[in-house]
């Protein structure tokens, strides 16, 4: 599996960006989708994430209300809608991909994402 993020760049707070990772190499429609960030000097986390069908998402409490994950599985694509950015958000940005077929409460936790794609720099400015 091959996964593509694109989108990132700067933007002023308030700002919006809109991220896409496009998957190759496997049928994506059948697994979940993730987004996850590592700022400077702190471990990676949890995002936003997206079960196979698009109909459950689930996002991290400092993203709710501003991003929004959506999927086109025409497209083989997952998006993420980035709203009100502040300076926060700085980080870099990496879309992976579940590919285990049963789901728990821990779903959405980056141990259970199998692939990672390379990661968009996205850069806040106060």
């Known amino acids: 599996v091959q996964l593509q993020a694109s989108g990132g760049g700067l933007v002023q707070a308030g700002g919006s960006l809109r991220l896409s990772c496009a998957a190759s190499?496997?049928?994506?429609?059948?697994?979940?989708m993730g987004w996850f960030r590592q700022a400077p000097g702190k471990d990676r986390e949890f995002v936003a994430a997206?079960?196979?069908?698009?109909?459950?998402?689930k996002y991290a409490d400092s993203v709710k209300g501003r991003f929004t994950i959506s999927r086109d599985n025409t497209k083989n694509t997952v998006y993420l809608e980035m709203n009100s950015l502040n300076p926060e958000d700085t980080a870099v940005y990496y879309c992976?991909?579940?590919?285990?077929?049963?789901?728990?409460?821990?779903?959405?936790?980056?141990?259970?994402?199998?692939?990672w794609g390379q990661g968009t720099l996205v850069t806040v400015s106060s």
């Open positions: 992976a991909l579940r590919s285990r077929l049963s789901y728990d409460s821990t779903w959405w936790t980056p141990g259970q994402f199998d692939f």
């Open positions: 997206i079960r196979n069908s698009g109909g459950i998402t």
């Open positions: 190499g496997r049928t994506f429609s059948g697994y979940a």
